[in-house]
């Protein structure tokens, strides 16, 4: 019998169709039914550039985790406090990870229930979030994560420079260097050169990865690591659902789909946006971190013959049931110019029966219920009134919000993105339009005045 492998998280994009929206709106088997073959043809060039080795990340379930958890379980043992500094991919996945697998009060449990650092994350160069860290944090039980690939970002560096001063005040430059590790490239960059100069521990992240396909490498997996997350499983999910993606045909690939009716929704029907709305408190983070690599890598102004094409959809974040009470208005009766994307998680960690109620009225409705319960209903009842207002919207279902679903929803979201940057015919791993501020902000640096 065919060993079938079951995917690690489903995927619905039935509310996009014509058959639910209406002709006008979805998509129908005449505009289906051609694409089949596009996304056969795409499948086949991504497996082949896979092949040449075009696109690494796609090989990091696969890795050996033996040195990030060996230097995690030394950072566990003899420090209190973890800080990251990074920023873009060197922070939201890291960020994303930490939310969805730890409650939200993980740095307010005891040490035991922790069996970890505290952990923060530095992702601006703002100072009232760095200074209240140097008076709550004692250095000497600190270790600093730097990360960045390319070993130069302005704004980590920039923390770098003040946390490297904070430590060596008050534990002498020779100890400072224990409490520095480096997460970066393997062979270029200002930290590399730092951290060989300083002695610091380091990991690399792989050559071809840039920020925000590199959660699956030591820039998530470190950090993971220390907070006691099981990084083997989130690798694992990720593999499953490759394995998914291999083995299975393209018709009912979730990721080329998705990658397709995006592209297809603001291409032909010029919705312009894709909210992604997860109904748990702990996507939030994977939802700004999807933010980061649909927007950074569809964003172009020109696609690969050099034509001006300016593409992109700009991606939005709502959180349900919260963002039912301010965004969802405008999604229900505002311009057609959206598609709301829902992650729902299936199996509610830690829920919460109601007691027996007494009270008449709405809130008598949730007696034998749940909080878990009442935030599933919501999110079906909304996908239900934005269908029949004839908004489309897709969904994500995860089965419980453990590392196996989440490594499995970081590799749709990286697979889905390379995807429709084909659709577009544009590069989704540069981004030109980013360099443009970063030479007027040094610029503006080299002004010796003031501003
Ligand atoms: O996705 C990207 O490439 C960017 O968002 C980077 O992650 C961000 O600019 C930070 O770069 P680095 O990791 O080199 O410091």
Same mark, same amino acid.
């Given at each position: 019998?065919?060993?079938?492998?079951v995917p690690p998280l489903r995927w619905d994009f039935s509310n996009m169709s014509a058959e639910v929206l209406g002709t006008a709106d979805g998509i129908n088997d005449s505009a289906r039914s051609p694409a089949l073959q596009l996304l056969d043809e795409a499948r086949k060039c991504f497996e082949e550039d896979r092949k040449k080795g075009r696109f690494p990340f796609l090989e990091l379930p696969y890795q050996s985790t033996e040195k990030i958890k060996t230097l995690a379980e030394m950072?566990?043992?003899?420090?209190?406090?973890?800080?990251?500094?990074?920023?873009?991919?060197?922070?939201?996945?890291?960020?994303?990870?930490?939310?969805?697998?730890?409650?939200? /009060?993980?740095?307010?449990?005891? @040490?035991?229930? @922790?069996?970890?650092?505290?952990?923060? !994350?530095?992702?601006?160069?703002?100072?009232?979030?760095?200074?209240?860290?140097?008076?709550?944090?004692?250095?000497?039980?600190?270790?600093?994560?730097?990360?960045?690939?390319?070993?130069?970002?302005?704004?980590?560096?920039?923390?770098?420079?003040?946390? %490297?001063?904070?430590?060596?005040?008050?534990?002498?430059?020779?100890?400072?260097?224990?409490?520095?590790?480096?997460?970066?490239?393997?062979? %270029?960059?200002?930290?590399?050169?730092?951290?060989?100069?300083?002695?610091?521990?380091?990991?690399?992240?792989?050559?071809?990865?840039?920020?925000?396909?590199?959660?699956?490498?030591?820039?998530?997996?470190?950090?993971?690591?220390?907070?006691?997350?099981?990084?083997?499983?989130?690798? &694992?999910?990720?593999?499953?659902?490759?394995?998914?993606?291999?083995?299975?045909?393209?018709?009912?690939?979730?990721?080329?789909?998705?990658?397709?009716? /995006?592209?297809?929704?603001?291409?032909?029907?010029?919705?312009?946006?894709?909210?992604?709305?997860?109904?748990?408190?702990?996507?939030?983070?994977?939802?700004?971190?999807?933010?980061?690599?649909?927007?950074?890598?569809?964003?172009?102004? &020109?696609?690969?013959?050099?034509?001006?094409?300016?593409?992109?959809?700009?991606?939005?974040?709502?959180?349900?049931?919260?963002?039912?009470?301010?965004?969802?208005?405008?999604?229900?009766?505002?311009?057609?110019?959206?598609?709301?994307?829902?992650?729902?998680?299936?199996?509610?960690?830690?829920?919460?029966?109601?007691?027996?109620?007494?009270?008449?009225?709405?809130?008598?409705?949730?007696?034998?219920?749940?909080?878990?319960?009442?935030?599933?209903?919501?999110?079906?009842?909304?996908?239900?009134?934005?269908?029949?207002?004839? @908004?489309?919207?897709?969904?994500?279902?995860?089965?419980?919000?453990?590392?196996?679903?989440?490594?499995?929803?970081?590799?749709? !979201?990286?697979?889905?993105?390379?995807?429709?940057?084909?659709?577009?015919?544009?590069?989704?791993?540069?981004?030109?339009?980013?360099?443009?501020?970063?030479?007027?902000?040094?610029?503006?640096?080299?002004?010796?005045? @003031?501003?």
């Amino acid at each position: 019998m065919e060993n079938k492998v079951v995917p690690p998280l489903r995927w619905d994009f039935s509310n996009m169709s014509a058959e639910v929206l209406g002709t006008a709106d979805g998509i129908n088997d005449s505009a289906r039914s051609p694409a089949l073959q596009l996304l056969d043809e795409a499948r086949k060039c991504f497996e082949e550039d896979r092949k040449k080795g075009r696109f690494p990340f796609l090989e990091l379930p696969y890795q050996s985790t033996e040195k990030i958890k060996t230097l995690a379980e030394m950072v566990r043992e003899r420090f209190d406090n973890f800080v990251l500094l990074g920023i873009g991919g060197s922070a939201l996945g890291p960020i994303a990870l930490q939310q969805a697998l730890h409650s939200p /009060h993980y740095n307010m449990l005891s @040490r035991d229930q @922790r069996g970890g650092p505290k952990m923060f !994350f530095i992702d601006n160069v703002d100072p009232s979030e760095v200074a209240p860290l140097f008076e709550l944090l004692d250095p000497a039980r600190t270790v600093v994560n730097v990360v960045t690939k390319s070993g130069g970002t302005l704004e980590t560096m920039a923390l770098f420079l003040l946390f %490297k001063d904070w430590v060596t005040k008050h534990v002498g430059s020779r100890a400072a260097r224990n409490h520095f590790i480096a997460t970066t490239d393997l062979n %270029k960059g200002a930290l590399r050169k730092i951290a060989q100069e300083e002695g610091y521990p380091t990991l690399d992240i792989p050559e071809a990865i840039g920020g925000r396909y590199s959660v699956l490498t030591p820039v998530g997996l470190f950090p993971a690591a220390v907070s006691g997350i099981d990084i083997d499983a989130l690798l &694992k999910g990720a593999a499953d659902l490759d394995q998914v993606f291999q083995k299975g045909p393209t018709s009912e690939n979730g990721a080329i789909w998705g990658a397709y009716l /995006h592209y297809w929704s603001s291409t032909q029907k010029k919705r312009n946006i894709l909210v992604t709305m997860p109904y748990a408190e702990g996507l939030n983070g994977i939802a700004q971190w999807f933010g980061q690599i649909w927007a950074e890598s569809l964003g172009k102004e &020109k696609d690969l013959s050099g034509k001006k094409v300016s593409t992109g959809q700009t991606p939005v974040v709502a959180v349900g049931a919260t963002d039912q009470h301010s965004q969802l208005q405008l999604y229900m009766e505002g311009p057609m110019d959206k598609t709301i994307q829902f992650i729902s998680v299936e199996a509610i960690k830690d829920d919460l029966s109601f007691p027996p109620i007494k009270a008449e009225g709405t809130i008598a409705l949730l007696d034998g219920r749940s909080l878990g319960e009442l935030l599933q209903i919501e999110q079906l009842a909304i996908e239900a009134s934005l269908t029949k207002a004839g @908004r489309p919207n897709c969904k994500i279902t995860l089965p419980s919000l453990d590392p196996h679903s989440v490594g499995a929803l970081f590799y749709f !979201f990286e697979v889905q993105t390379v995807y429709a940057g084909r659709f577009y015919q544009i590069n989704a791993f540069d981004q030109p339009g980013v360099e443009a501020g970063k030479k007027i902000i040094k610029k503006l640096l080299l002004r010796k005045n @003031r501003l």
